[in-house]
């Protein structure tokens, strides 16, 4: 619960501290909890992940769960709209337990400086993380693999779930 980032002062601070077992006790992983204004209205949004990705189900799922415990919690003097959400497919990964979801997966990586070859962005199949290092493949010919390459958490900017369509 430590890994979950609030932002929205108080509101967002007492949703947490009411919900946040709740939603990891039902097998998500709780990213984000999020009070703000929206026009003339108030939205305490939670981000939740798990793997294999957010439907609108779990979705669902959670805002049952959410619902009345935050009707017996006094997190705002203002009423709010609930919304449960995923953090979109494009989401950089920020947390440990985002790149070992995407083990053996392709992702996308931002690096601070060129590979020999010139390239500061490239997909890759993501299969090792430890400590901040990934250890990467990328395929070459079809199904043959390169030899694997570690990059450092100093070396790379971004890396995010590779999209193919």
């Known amino acids: 619960m430590d890994l979950v980032k609030v932002r929205g002062g108080g509101p967002a601070e ?3 501290e009411a919900t946040a077992h709740l939603v990891e006790d039902a ?36 805002t049952d ?21 995923s953090p979109g497919v494009d989401r950089p990964f920020v947390h440990d337990r985002d790149f070992l979801r995407y083990i053996d997966r392709e992702v996308e990586v931002s690096l601070y400086q060129k590979l020999p070859d010139g390239r500061k ?31 450092g958490a100093d070396e790379y900017s971004l890396v995010k779930q590779a999209l193919r369509f």
Do not use: H
């Not at 769960?65 to 959400?85: A, K």
């Open 65 to 85: 769960i959410l619902n009345p415990i935050l009707d017996e919690t006094d997190i705002s003097q203002r009423s709010y709209n609930l919304i449960v959400s």
């Open 121 to 151: 962005r490239f997909t890759a199949w993501l299969r090792d993380y430890q400590d901040g290092v990934l250890t990467l493949t990328e395929t070459e010919d079809g199904d043959l693999e390169s030899e694997a390459m570690t990059i």
């Open 27 to 62: 097998g998500y992983d709780l990213l984000e909890i999020v009070y703000e204004r929206e026009g003339q209205n108030m939205n305490l949004v939670y981000l939740i992940d798990k793997r294999g990705g957010i439907s609108l189900d779990d979705c669902e799922t959670v």
């Open 14 to 16: 007492r949703a947490k």
